[in-house]
């Protein structure tokens, strides 16, 4: 009942929430997570490797947990006492000639995180594992709109990095139908924003157009797009109301490499690239690239594998993410406005 001033008498104090944890803050779209959970007041923990680059979350009033995901004893203690465990990690260098770096940190690393997950000590309070997975897991076909339940089952032809992503989404999903973990995956598409502290491949596109740097742009690529803080908004949406063992697509529009160069000259005040490489141009330096690496065995960014995995688009649709999660994404060319301005306003500082 009612005390003195309106103030509520004989009632039980409200147990506070219990920790969650990120592995993999530092990350571009782990810090984000991290940041949004911090403003929305919970007790979180962060685990980050030794010497990682950790200006995203150095801000924030975290509990720090130093180890990679191989460092057992690390992962044990970050995790006990956690509700949700948000899965940020990921090698996305799908450049690389010997892929098995791809395949021993997307796969065997999240297998090892898993196991420890589902011990009993750890598996008794977890009540979600959000899982960042992403858009390429998802069958898409040219001249039709993918969902989540397009299944990949085929894995000749896709790249390695492909396979990886592929191979780490299907063992978190058998882990959730089989051995108990409350576990969601989260197909996140391309991301663009404020904050890429890393500089990812995108990012850079992002920063070569927004100085002016960009001697032309590569026709005939599109990319399903979304906004860095749109995603981490539908990670904790996921953690609150995705349901176990589904798997959810986010992403906001199919948007051309053309157009995300365009909105970021321009939110700069630069001119934009009047120069566009054809796509059989783009596959003979792409081949060049390749070539390139074998024989100085060395890697190369643009090869036929990366081009392939730009190419490899069709648009999806993201309905069930707002049906279920209730996640409204905004307009991804606002973010695109915004990862020019950090750029700006980042190289403004330095100077």
Known sequence: MDGPGGQVTGSSPVAPLAPVLVIGANGY???????????????????????????????????????????????????????????????????????????????????HVVDIATEPAIAAGLTKFVFTSSYVTVGRRRGRIATEDDVITDERGLTPYVRSRLQAERLVLDYARNRGLPAVAMCVSTTYGAGDWGRTPHGAIIAGAAFGKLPFVMGGIELEAVGIDNAAQALLLAAEKGRVGERYLISEKMISNAEVVRIAAEAAGVPAPTTTIPLAVSYAMAAMGSLKGRLTRTDQRLSLGSLRLMRAEAPVDCAKAKRELGWQPRPVEESIREAATFWVNLRAARR
């Not at 680059?53 to 956690?82: E, H, Q, S, Y």
């Open 29 to 111: 779209l782990g810090s984000h997570v991290t940041r949004q959970l911090v403003e929305a007041g919970r007790d979180v923990r962060v685990m980050v490797r030794e010497g990682s680059k950790t200006v995203g979350i150095d801000d924030l009033p975290v509990t720090r947990f130093t180890g990679d995901i191989w460092n057992d004893a690390v992962l044990r203690k970050a995790m006990t006492g956690c509700d949700v465990v948000y899965y940020c990690v990921v090698d996305t260098r799908g450049w690389l000639r010997d892929p098995a770096p791809l395949f021993r940190t997307n796969v065997d690393g999240t297998r």
